[in-house]
């Protein structure tokens, strides 16, 4: 049953590889496949559609990120500013991993919008969060935000910042999610 799983995920992370090197058209199904280094039908078994290996990707990255944000809440011990503290830690964690997953938003965004769904239903569940444990939540409110943005500009490689300023960038981020 594991290799199922591990034969999933390198299915995932080729379709991911694929949009994130050589852009959203030119993810299809035999693409990932000989990438991944399985039949097409191989393929079949896991993703019946191109639909399916973009929802896929997306459930992947909600998945991770959701778990990702839980243990992050869970460790910390002040409950002020916790969410906001766990959102900037999580984001920085997938900056840092090379946004892998990240490119099934963006595909989901290009081909099927509707797959977002539950990604924006999550967003809303993380905002009122951050909100709900934060006594003024601007300031925490404006670190999510910054972190959106930093990501986008990964992601999209719009003027992404170099190594020694992004760290400065997210010290600073991380400090408006504690208590002044």
Do not use: C
């Amino acid at each position: 049953m594991g290799n199922k799983n591990s034969r999933r995920q390198e299915l995932l992370t080729a379709a991911s590889d694929i949009v994130q090197i050589e852009g959203v058209e030119r993810l299809t199904l035999e693409r990932v496949a000989d990438k991944a280094g399985v039949s097409k039908g191989g393929l079949l078994y896991h993703f019946p559609t191109k639909e399916a290996l973009i929802k896929g990707m997306v459930e992947e990255l909600t998945n991770r990120y959701m778990d990702e944000l839980q243990d992050l809440v869970d460790a910390d011990e002040d409950s002020h500013g916790r969410w906001s503290r766990a959102y900037v830690k999580a984001t920085t964690k997938e900056l840092n991993d090379g946004l892998q997953m990240s490119e099934g938003l963006l595909a989901a965004m290009f081909t099927n919008p509707e797959l977002l769904k539950n990604w924006r239903k999550h967003y809303n569940q993380w905002q009122e969060n951050i909100e709900n444990d934060n006594d003024d939540p601007v300031y925490p409110t404006i670190a999510r935000l910054a972190m959106d943005g930093l990501w986008f500009a990964e992601l999209f490689g719009l003027a992404p910042l170099k190594k020694e300023l992004k760290e400065k960038v997210l010290a600073e981020v991380l400090s408006w999610t504690k208590e002044t």
